[in-house]
């Protein structure tokens, strides 16, 4: 007997999965039994190779102790930061992998702001963006006497400029998977005399990216999500090579001076990416991450892109029927301006449904009002997951299964 | 035939391994066969715990996955610095473990100088201290406007505390060893209405520390030198109580909001030490800083003291003859002057005779000009292991085996 979830069978989703040209990267990551996970977008699965790298580098500590520092540890922020290049469309030299998006914003403004006139210093955050990345530019303001503004969410961007130096925006937002056009909003920034920092926590390895070719001069992102870079895996910086000479940035540490091991009195910054380090990194952290950059190389970012919408697609038709009849709220942009995500809201009930699921093994998360968030990973989920995460979704809404008060327990998820 | 380093005999030595009540620590350390490491000052050795922890720590990324943020990854920082607290004299919810040093300054700085009056901003750097210290205040003076000043080396302190906010000081200086007067120097920088950043990089885990007690209001320090934590381990940042809820500290991220999943547009410092965090921290650091953190709660610091100063005066009695013969400056401070190594200058052969004894497996480190470190690591080192240090010391100055021209080759060190 054939199943089948608002007219889309089983069989076939086992059929799409046959033809999937990304399928074999399944086998790459560890994911428990029993767990459909469609919350890639907060913490990514693991790849196998992410524990022998981490074992290697303990034995390393181990073996080699002070030695490894001149085996691949010391230069790991720049050769992570050219693994990961061609995933976002930057250039050779352009990335570096350090520090968290938090930090890596900061040594932007600074860079950018002291590089602009008196006139023109204010600092814009974007209305409904991640919290963090206003925070951190409310923390620049501070120190540095800039002024800061936001940019009410939904307003037009090019009337909020004057006097900006800098503006701060997702290319991808995190709540709602809506995606920017990152060309034509870099071309208007950029024809208003200011810069922008593009955070691409919800973009870098969920689609392509063409940093050098949208004319993007500042990035930064993180690891931990799409890319699979563990727990708090380091973030990442973009800086375009035309821009890399205009001074210091704030968090000026030893490993970014120019000379590290010359032990100046003076800070000199280095004169290429390096010059955004700080201090001493996690060696540990940066295996685990190396593991899944090197994974990177070998994906079709255009199937990749492809095989995303399709699975989001997929759960979305999966439960069509149900939204109408149960007054969920698919908020879900269309296919060119989302990211990699569904993004659903029921507001009575949309907590209590996210934790009957993940008592079911099917992982998404809630964030307040009512917004149920599920994230599509096409390297890791197969067309028949989305099926079977669907039919839970299902199971759960069409039984009242979330009104059991164990699923009405509030606690922080991440 | 007994043997003998300047009329050490290895018989005494070994006598001496016997009635050490540090002696069952060594079993708890996992060093390479053949090495004798005298560079635990640069990067601990691994502690035997700490492959088990990072190994649980990548099974909970595998089979927990975004739960492992409600399993403890989440409060690391806190619950690390709590483990922290008693090593280097602070109460309970007094040091969050959290980024690098160079970071965790700048955070004290901005906290610092934003609560002076406008006659009072200057920050002070220490001349000879290890340069990230007064890099990354040459960052906040430059961000800030700020005023940036060296106390020279060997100058005076009260002199230069005119109008200066604050001024940032090492414990124990990383060339020479030298050690300060926590308690005398707070207290006239205090008196002088400033406050000092202690700088613990080569205090923390060598010898016993009394913030409390001493008056000290602010710290920093790493976690991968005398404390084992690992290769690029997160730093740790002390305030004392009194002084927590001064403001914001200028790199506010999301962790360090006060409802860091309310999502809030706006930045509010959380009302403890947590408000020192930035962004998301790397779980697999944590794993193997937690494993080595939990060792230290069985450690007596008086008597890890006591070998720290027995160890570095075996090394030097073992070869006081030889620095006289060949023209060596032993420059080590005094016993209640000095932190845990020994500091030796040979401006000719130094950087050869450092290279020489790594060939042997004896770790030393060495920088310019001429200066070699020995670390003393009371924790994994034994007396025995010291005098055959010394004894291979011995051999390639008596033998000029630093002549050698593979000595000779210059790489980069940390």
């Not at 685990?288 to 970012?301: F, K």
Request: proline share 4%; hydrophobic share 40%.
């Amino acid at each position: 007997m054939s199943q089948r979830l608002n007219g889309v069978t089983l069989q076939s989703v086992k059929e799409r999965d046959q033809q999937d040209p990304l399928a074999r990267f399944k086998a790459h990551f560890t994911l428990p039994e029993g767990v459909l996970y469609l919350d890639g977008n907060s913490l990514g699965a693991q790849p196998v190779a992410a524990k022998k790298a981490v074992d290697d580098t303990l034995d390393q500590w181990r073996d080699e102790l002070i030695k490894g520092w001149n085996q691949g540890w010391f230069d790991s922020p720049e050769r992570l930061g050219n693994l990961l290049a061609p995933v976002i469309g930057a250039s050779h030299t352009e990335v570096s992998v350090t520090d968290n998006i938090t930090l890596n914003i900061f040594k932007l403004l600074g860079y950018i702001v002291q590089q602009c006139p008196a006139g023109r210093k204010a600092v814009l955050s974007e209305g409904g963006n991640f919290p963090t990345d206003g925070y951190i530019a409310q923390g620049f303001c501070q120190v540095s006497g800039s002024d800061h503004r936001f940019l009410p969410e939904g307003a037009s961007l090019a009337d909020y400029l004057d006097g900006v130096a800098v503006v701060v925006l997702s290319q991808v937002n995190y709540r709602t998977g809506k995606l920017r056009d990152m060309a034509a909003t870099t071309q208007l920034v950029h024809e208003h005399g200011a810069e922008v920092i593009w955070d691409l926590a919800h973009s870098a390895g969920a689609l392509p990216i063409d940093l050098n070719g949208t004319g993007a001069r500042f990035a930064v992102g993180c690891t931990y999500k799409y890319l699979n870079g563990g727990p708090g895996a380091p973030a990442f910086l973009y800086v375009h090579e035309s821009v890399q000479n205009g001074g210091w940035q704030p968090l000026s540490g030893w490993h970014g001076h120019r000379s590290p091991f010359a032990f100046d009195a003076d800070y000199a910054p280095a004169d290429d990416i390096s010059r955004f380090r700080t201090g001493t990194h996690s060696a540990l952290a940066y295996a685990a991450l190396e593991a899944s950059l090197t994974l990177w190389a070998e994906v079709d970012m255009q199937a990749l892109r492809d095989k995303s919408l399709a699975l989001s697609n997929l759960f979305r038709e999966c439960l069509g029927d149900l939204f109408q009849t149960h007054g969920i709220e698919d908020i879900t942009p269309e296919d060119d301006e989302r990211g990699s995500q569904v993004s659903l809201i029921d507001s009575e009930h949309g907590y209590a449904i996210v934790q009957a699921l993940i008592a079911r093994g099917v992982i998404g998360d809630y964030r307040e009002p009512g917004l149920m968030r599920f994230g599509f990973t096409p390297l890791y989920l197969s067309y028949e997951d989305v099926w079977q995460a669907a039919r839970h979704f299902r199971e759960v809404v069409e039984s009242v299964e979330y009104q059991n008060p164990q699923f009405h327990v509030r606690g922080a998820v991440t």
